[in-house]
Nanobody, 126 residues
Framework: QVQLVESGGGLVQAGGSLRLSCEAS????????MGWFRQAPGKEREFVAA???????????DSVRGRFTISRDNAKNTVFLVYLQMNSLKPEDTAVYYC????????????????WGQGTQVTVSS
């Protein structure tokens, strides 16, 4: 059974940091692009960051570039880990953050992702 489980969300003051983690299991995600998306109340889900299957390529939304860093760890081969280090957080970063896995080596569009986690809430207070 494929599972993507996010953790690490919470409440933080503006300017603070959080590190989100995603554990993906149930299939071999070693060749899958992985990404983070977010959805704020009343808004559509939006792309945040993506990383290629071997970690060699990363992409970021303009709104988070320079503040967020995506990384991955394929070492275990049964549980695939993806991280999102978020620094200099702003109130506008408040959203539910979702981890997702693509059926291709790298993707930034949500419609290229076929497996999604349940999300973790990030709230940034001003």
């Amino acid at each position: 059974q494929v599972q993507l489980v996010e953790s690490g969300g919470g409440l933080v003051q503006a300017g603070g940091s959080l590190r989100l983690s995603c554990e993906a299991s149930g299939r071999n995600f070693g060749y899958s692009g992985m990404g983070w998306f977010r959805q704020a109340p009343g808004k559509e889900r939006e792309f945040v960051a993506a990383i290629g299957w071997n970690g060699g390529r990363t992409d970021y939304a303009d709104s988070v570039r320079g503040r967020f860093t995506i990384s991955r760890d394929n070492a275990k081969n049964t549980v695939f880990l993806v991280y999102l280090q978020m620094n200099s957080l702003k109130p506008e970063d408040t959203a539910v953050y979702y981890c997702a896995a693509a059926n291709e080596g790298h993707a930034t569009r949500a419609d290229r992702y076929f497996f999604w986690g349940q999300g973790t809430q990030v709230t940034v207070s001003s």
